[in-house]
């Protein structure tokens, strides 16, 4: 149980071209999914925190304008980067928490991740 | 600022091999502390989750502890086998929401 699928799993495309991430709970419902961002072997930094019907929270640093998340439904939330250059290449990774649970203390299920690259 | 910290960065052992992986955190007001598996390119595994409130979690030949006041963590792996070779997370969750990922260790075991 408590699958996360992410689409697409990689990406490769010019610089200035927008790509749209999904993020999809298959088999719970999640009213908080989260992105991050790694970088060759560093850490993960949490982006943005994504809430159904409402707008995502971004953490410090993190372009809005840049990185539009939309959670429209309890099992998807989209990250899409817009014009996207050479910088933004990068793996994204998605998770989501159960609602059932509900608590801040239970564990955050991960997509596979989605490997960016912009030529 | 929660800072998470991993030692060591690599590591290789022989298959078979018992080992013990570190993980440190700089505040002890945490919700839980949860260690993962990354394979190459690839998202996260989750393999034990501690909670606050608890000393350690087992799974299968994994053994993870806990030591809040000291800002502590380990991963002990038992009998290591090849499939085990992958970089091992540790994050620790704080607040509602965040998760302060440490930058892992890379794990080799050699057949």
């Known amino acids: 149980g408590a699958v996360v699928s992410q689409h697409p799993s990689r990406v490769i495309c010019k610089s200035g071209t927008s790509v749209k991430i999904e993020c999809r709970s298959l088999d719970f419902q999640a009213t908080t999914m989260f992105w991050y961002r790694q970088f060759p072997k560093k850490s993960l930094m949490l982006m943005a925190t994504s809430n159904e019907g409402s707008k995502a929270t971004y953490e410090q640093g993190v372009e809005k304008d840049k990185f539009l998340i939309n959670h429209a439904s309890l099992t998807l939330s989209t990250l899409t980067v817009t014009s996207a250059h050479p910088e933004d290449s990068s793996f994204y990774i998605c998770s989501a928490r159960d609602r059932a649970t509900g608590v801040s203390n239970q564990p955050q299920h991960f997509g596979d991740g989605t490997r960016l690259s912009i030529l | 600022k929660q800072e998470v910290t991993q030692i060591p960065a690599a590591l290789s052992v022989p298959e078979g091999e018992n080992l013990v992986l570190n993980c440190s955190f700089t505040d002890s007001a945490i919700y839980n502390l949860q260690w993962f598996r990354q394979d190459p390119g690839k998202g996260l595994t989750s393999l034990l989750l501690?909670?606050?409130?608890?000393r350690e979690q087992t799974s299968g030949r994994l053994n993870a502890s806990l030591d809040k006041s000291s800002g502590r963590s380990t991963l002990y792996i038992a009998a290591s086998q090849p499939g085990d070779s992958a970089t091992y997370l540790c994050a620790v969750g704080v607040g509602a929401n965040n998760l302060f990922f440490g930058t892992g260790t890379r794990l080799t075991v050699i057949p």
């Open positions: 501690i909670q606050s409130s608890q």
